[in-house]
């Protein structure tokens, strides 16, 4: 896409800044000209970025009326059905538009009162994120092969899918599994989503194929959130290997009360007062969550290795806290699996200011908008379907949202790689063979711009040379 943007940096051309120069000082400043429409679509864009970022200064500001002359102006050159900024435009006014109405909660809720939601549709958006983008292929492929290295010469496998809403991840397994020398093991999958007609599909579609590779298989269905998580009904089994995938997904346990940290980090609160706080919270989790199953089983601090201390600039202190994360890497910690593959948002979109968020959101959903303009028309329903669904819905959540609400609080692969070390796991590094196999299906179906790039055993999937997504692999850690 042109014109990346970079916080602290100028990302506008001379020329277009003599004419918003211009705009700035005209009267009306919410009138449609007539010569918007004359602008070419790269000086289009730029200005929308222009207004997008002052529009959301206003908004961080509190200052309401500057705020709706902003969204007004670019409601005058946004389209859901434009090019890539426009369409990216068009969303994150919604955004902030939505921030704004928040503050007046009872207006919120009548204006979203009527809205239904259908599972039926959220596993359309979903399955046609994995269509249209290769993301989810790359990180499965990625995934499996590591999963299947690990567990070499093993009979009982037990795998814990952290969002498991796609065979097609699961159906490539079995048949590297029953290609192996030894023979398949036994393959026991256990499956966690919130939605029950989710699972009940996985269910039908896994045992069917498990039958015709003929893997011995069980599936077990945890209807769930992955923060209501109940370590026991895992039914971990002696004797079993354990592996974990979470595609997408471990993010959402960086969900935290910020209003509550803020005050409890205040200067006026003692260290001691601190430690208190944290404590009774860490008391005080439900008994049929991960607090029972930590209460039975110490929690091991650990530091992190010499590798990481010396190649992060990060210290513990840059983490935003996150109790829920820590207590659930733990409790995943004391099963002593063999393997976790992580796949998330190479974005920092966990900022605590809502100008962090707005600029690394833009950088980070400019790109994914441009994948989409570059390889598949404007005007098919499925396009406009993920960009409104999925995407928009993520953009609305980031922007608009805050505390335990703002659920997509993604973060960059170092820190990551800090939360894992500090929570006591050793780097496992990706699957060279892994990596080729993704690679050539980037060449097989033509997935031109998209790459694969391994650093030091890690995995980043890009647009053009835009990171996207991370991939990391973690063991147990005596």
């Known amino acids: 896409?042109?014109?990346?943007?970079?916080?602290?940096?100028?990302?506008?051309?001379?020329?277009?800044?003599?004419?918003?120069?211009?705009?700035?000082?005209?009267?009306?400043?919410?009138?449609?000209?007539?010569?918007?429409?004359?602008?070419?679509?790269?000086?289009?864009?730029?200005?929308?970025?222009?207004?997008?970022?002052?529009?959301?200064?206003?908004?961080?500001?509190?200052?309401?009326?500057?705020?709706?002359?902003?969204?007004?102006?670019?409601?005058?050159?946004?389209?859901?059905?434009?090019?890539?900024?426009?369409?990216?435009?068009?969303?994150?006014?919604?955004?902030?538009?939505?921030?704004?109405?928040?503050?007046?909660?009872?207006?919120?809720?009548?204006?979203?009162?009527?809205?239904?939601?259908?599972?039926?549709?959220?596993?359309?958006v979903q399955n046609l994120f994995f269509e249209l983008f290769p993301f989810l292929k790359l990180a499965y492929i990625i995934t499996n092969q590591a999963i299947v290295e690990a567990m070499e010469g093993e009979k009982m496998v037990h795998i814990i899918d952290l969002n498991c809403f796609e065979p097609a991840q699961w159906i490539n397994l079995f048949q590297t599994f029953n290609a192996r020398p030894e023979g398949p093991p036994h393959l026991r999958i256990t499956g966690i989503h919130e939605q029950k007609e989710v699972l009940d599909r996985m269910a039908l579609r896994l045992t069917d194929e498990a039958e015709k590779w003929d893997i011995p298989f069980q599936f077990n269905p945890l209807v769930c959130k992955l923060e209501n998580l109940d370590l026991e009904s895992l039914r971990v089994k002696t004797g079993e290997a354990l592996a974990v995938s979470s595609v997408l997904q471990l993010h959402s346990l960086l969900v935290t009360d910020d209003e509550m940290l803020r005050r409890i980090n205040s200067p006026s609160m003692s260290k001691n007062n601190l430690n208190t706080d944290l404590s009774q919270r860490v008391l005080q989790m439900n008994q049929r969550t991960l607090g029972e199953w930590l209460k039975k089983e110490p929690v091991h601090v650990y530091s992190p290795s010499p590798d990481l201390a010396s190649s992060s600039p990060l210290s513990p202190l840059s983490l935003?806290?996150?109790?829920?994360?820590?207590?659930?890497?733990?409790?995943?910690?004391?099963?002593?699996?063999?393997?976790?593959?992580?796949?998330?948002?190479?974005?920092?979109?966990?900022?605590?200011?809502?100008?962090?968020?707005?600029?690394?959101?833009?950088?980070?959903?400019?790109?994914?908008?441009?994948?989409?303009?570059?390889?598949?028309?404007?005007?098919?329903?499925?396009?406009?379907?993920?960009?409104?669904?999925?995407?928009?819905?993520?953009?609305?959540?980031?922007?608009?949202?805050?505390?335990?609400?703002?659920?997509?609080?993604?973060?960059?692969?170092?820190?990551?790689?800090?939360?894992?070390?500090?929570?006591?796991?050793?780097?496992?590094?990706?699957?060279?063979?892994?990596?080729?196999?993704?690679?050539?299906?980037?060449?097989?179906?033509?997935?031109?711009?998209?790459?694969?790039?391994?650093?030091?055993?890690?995995?980043?999937?890009?647009?053009?040379?835009?990171?996207?997504?991370?991939?990391?692999?973690?063991?147990?850690?005596?």
């Open 1 to 124: 896409m042109a014109g990346t943007i970079k916080e602290g940096q100028s990302f506008v051309t001379s020329a277009t800044l003599q004419f918003m120069s211009w705009m700035s000082l005209s009267p009306g400043l919410g009138s449609p000209f007539p010569w918007l429409g004359e602008l070419k679509s790269e000086e289009r864009g730029l200005y929308l970025i222009h207004l997008l970022v002052a529009c959301a200064n206003h908004v961080a500001a509190g200052s309401l009326e500057n705020a709706n002359i902003g969204l007004e102006q670019i409601s005058h050159l946004a389209s859901a059905d434009g090019d890539t900024m426009q369409r990216i435009a068009a969303y994150f006014t919604e955004a902030l538009a939505d921030r704004v109405l928040k503050a007046w909660s009872g207006l919120h809720k009548a204006l979203n009162s009527t809205k239904i939601s259908s599972v039926l549709e959220k596993i359309h």
């Open 320 to 478: 935003a806290p996150a109790p829920k994360m820590a207590n659930f890497l733990s409790a995943l910690r004391g099963l002593s699996l063999k393997l976790i593959v992580i796949t998330e948002q190479e974005a920092n979109h966990n900022g605590s200011t809502l100008m962090e968020r707005v600029m690394e959101a833009l950088n980070f959903y400019a790109a994914l908008f441009d994948c989409l303009e570059s390889t598949v028309s404007r005007a098919p329903v499925e396009r406009q379907k993920v960009e409104k669904m999925l995407l928009g819905e993520e953009i609305k959540n980031i922007i608009a949202c805050e505390g335990v609400e703002r659920r997509e609080r993604h973060e960059k692969l170092e820190k990551w790689i800090l939360r894992l070390e500090l929570a006591g796991f050793g780097k496992v590094p990706l699957s060279y063979h892994g990596m080729l196999q993704a690679g050539r299906l980037l060449q097989t179906k033509n997935y031109d711009g998209y790459k694969i790039k391994e650093d030091n055993g890690r995995v980043v999937i890009c647009w053009q040379e835009r990171p996207l997504y991370s991939m990391s692999a973690w063991g147990f850690r005596p």
